[in-house]
């Protein structure tokens, strides 16, 4: 089993957002990923940052997930706790239960943000490269 650490943040709401994901295994981080996604929304940086991770692990051919993610709304939508209000993040949560179906077990945790400090991290980085890029351009 794999253990995934996303996270998802943005610079005002909406804003200059980034997604980041950690994977473990064994206790390891054998992937760790981030990336500037440009202006959305906290929530859809949440959905995009799990949506990135479980293709990743798809594509390392992992069968069983433990996802943690410090967004309760994310966790709670996905085990079914809270509706998705928001017409735009449907289709990402449709996105993330198709590919939930992909694992021979996949279980979702809210964490706190002190539990996620490594991908927590790799989001606010992406945004600072991507302020530093937008202030550097506008010079």
């Given at each position: 089993?794999?253990?995934?650490?996303?996270?998802?943040?943005?610079?005002?709401?909406?804003?200059?957002?980034?997604?980041?994901?950690?994977?473990?295994?064994?206790?390891?981080?054998?992937?760790?990923?981030?990336?500037?996604?440009?202006?959305?929304?906290?929530?859809?940086?949440?959905y995009?940052?799990?949506?990135?991770?479980?293709?990743?692990?798809?594509?390392?051919?992992?069968?069983?997930?433990?996802?943690?993610?410090?967004?309760?709304?994310?966790?709670?939508?996905?085990?079914?706790e809270?509706?998705?209000?928001?017409?735009?993040?449907?289709?990402l949560?449709?996105q993330?239960?198709?590919?939930?179906?992909?694992?021979?077990?996949?279980?979702?945790?809210?964490?706190?943000?002190?539990?996620?400090?490594?991908?927590d991290?790799?989001?606010?980085?992406a945004?600072?490269?991507?302020?530093?890029?937008?202030?550097?351009?506008?010079?």
């Amino acid at each position: 089993m794999v253990e995934i650490f996303t996270d998802g943040a943005s610079s005002g709401n909406p804003g200059i957002s980034a997604i980041a994901f950690v994977i473990q295994k064994n206790g390891e981080v054998i992937k760790e990923f981030s990336k500037a996604i440009g202006t959305a929304t906290n929530n859809v940086a949440e959905y995009t940052a799990m949506i990135y991770a479980l293709q990743e692990a798809l594509v390392l051919g992992e069968r069983e997930v433990l996802a943690n993610t410090d967004s309760e709304l994310l966790c709670k939508q996905l085990k079914g706790e809270y509706r998705v209000k928001e017409a735009h993040l449907f289709p990402l949560f449709e996105q993330l239960k198709h590919l939930a179906k992909g694992f021979d077990r996949f279980e979702v945790r809210h964490v706190r943000r002190t539990e996620n400090q490594h991908a927590d991290r790799l989001a606010k980085t992406a945004i600072k490269k991507e302020q530093t890029k937008v202030v550097a351009s506008s010079s």
